[in-house]
């Protein structure tokens, strides 16, 4: 399988960049990108699972291509109609398409083309030539559940932390951290950094042994303190984002040949970014975005665009009945009772009774009728004659096949 984890060099030299996007507004772009994919998964009632494989198929696939030949928002709905199939909560392709037309505006989703549908049937194939059909993916869920099971603590603040290193965790897929770290020290860095700000001390936890001197050190190893900070701070440099959001640009005119006869005119619209803008312990910094990526001079038209009304709640909360020692947490989606079998065909008609037509008494498909009898002739074999002689006299007789030995002679 291909490895998917990138140095932060290589973050800083994909093809968006090298097609003349800065690093900034790319950033911008997948921020963007995974807001929708979990707006759009929140509107269709699919699971936190569905929507996060959706968003790192989405982070992966522009690891190999620019968002200058590719819009983010038709990427979008590719990533997450794969992924419903991929969790096994699919949706249809037209049901996607009608959801994400109500949270963009007409200007953005002209980037669908004439035949939105055609159009993300045909990226979902470069999608899956791009990811490698490498279509299972892991999230920092399951490892923050199984790390909280083993802290001991006060129940209350532990339920305080865990819920807040969820947060955490949902607000991450707007960064590249999925393309720089397991999923596993992602989950120890953001409950790290919530049992800091819900001032929740770990002193214990099941499973101790005197060569750990954290709590994360029987999951994970060498994980340094430079390393969980870097990892915060990334999250945290989400939340203090600018107040004043910066024109959008997106890629309308492709760069390559093959995109050349869909030109689409460009517009600017603001951000569709909801996230807080409010760092708890950092202050506030402001941020200008001066020219578009492709080039052409940023407009400003935010008087005549009104701002997109989504919903905060991209994912459902944590439960708050959460126990830290000895759960059993249900699955998602039970299966479905198969040890039942179907009852056989020739009982069918004791449980589904006859239909008849209304107000009589007949049935809807009657018995046919008996064909008529009459009398007919018996079958009169033909006589063949007993004498008769299908090959002439003179034919000679076939010489008799060589014998053949098929086993050796035997001593």
């Given at each position: ?96 398409i009608r959801t994400a037309k109500t949270l963009v505006s007409e200007q953005k989703f002209m980037t669908f083309g004439e035949d939105p549908k055609e159009e993300v049937l045909i990226l979902e194939r470069i999608l899956l030539q791009t990811i490698k059909f490498d279509l299972q993916v892991e ?138 803008n409010v760092t708890p312990g950092k202050s506030s910094k402001n941020t200008e975005s001066t020219a578009s990526a492709n080039g052409c001079p940023a407009t400003d038209i935010s008087d005549t665009i009104k701002p997109l009304d989504t919903s905060t709640a991209h994912f459902p909360t944590y ?93």
């Amino acid at each position: 399988m291909p490895c998917w984890y990138y140095e932060k060099k290589e973050l800083r030299n994909t093809p968006s960049i090298q097609d003349g996007i800065d690093y900034e507004t790319e950033c911008r772009y997948r921020k963007e990108g995974a807001r929708f994919i979990i707006d759009t998964g929140t509107k269709m009632d699919l699971g936190y699972n569905t929507m996060a494989t959706g968003v790192i198929y989405f982070h992966r696939f522009y690891m190999f291509h620019s968002f200058k030949n590719f819009p983010r928002y038709v990427t979008a709905c590719c990533c997450l109609l794969l992924a419903g199939k991929v969790e096994e909560t699919p949706k249809k392709c037209k049901d996607i398409i009608r959801t994400a037309k109500t949270l963009v505006s007409e200007q953005k989703f002209m980037t669908f083309g004439e035949d939105p549908k055609e159009e993300v049937l045909i990226l979902e194939r470069i999608l899956l030539q791009t990811i490698k059909f490498d279509l299972q993916v892991e999230h920092p869920y399951s490892y923050l559940l199984k790390y909280a099971k083993c802290l001991k603590g006060d129940k209350n603040k532990l339920q305080k932390m865990v819920q807040m290193a969820w947060t955490f965790v949902n607000d991450s897929l707007c960064t590249t951290l999925s393309l720089q770290w397991e999923p596993e020290i992602i989950a120890v860095a953001l409950m790290y950094l919530a049992g800091k700000l819900s001032k929740f001390e770990v002193v214990d936890w099941v499973g101790r042994q005197p060569k750990h001197l954290r709590w994360w050190d029987m999951f994970v190893e060498d994980v340094t303190m430079d390393l969980l900070e870097d990892i915060c701070h990334q999250v945290l440099d989400l939340y203090s984002q600018a107040s004043t959001k910066p024109p959008d640009s997106p890629p309308m005119i492709p760069s390559s040949e093959m995109c050349r006869e869909r030109p689409i005119i460009a517009t600017a619209i603001e951000s569709a970014s909801n996230t807080p803008n409010v760092t708890p312990g950092k202050s506030s910094k402001n941020t200008e975005s001066t020219a578009s990526a492709n080039g052409c001079p940023a407009t400003d038209i935010s008087d005549t665009i009104k701002p997109l009304d989504t919903s905060t709640a991209h994912f459902p909360t944590y439960s708050t009945n959460f126990t830290s020692n000895n759960t059993n947490y249900p699955p998602a989606f039970p299966p479905t009772n198969v040890s039942v079998p179907p009852p056989p065909v020739n009982t069918m008609n004791h449980i589904v009774s006859t239909m008849h037509h209304i107000g009589s008494s007949a049935t809807i498909r009657p018995t046919p009728p008996s064909a008529p009898t009459t009398n007919q002739t018996a079958f009169q074999p033909y006589s063949y004659p007993t004498n008769a002689s299908y090959f002439p006299a003179t034919n000679p007789i076939p010489p008799a096949a060589p014998p053949r030995t098929y086993y050796p002679p035997q001593p």
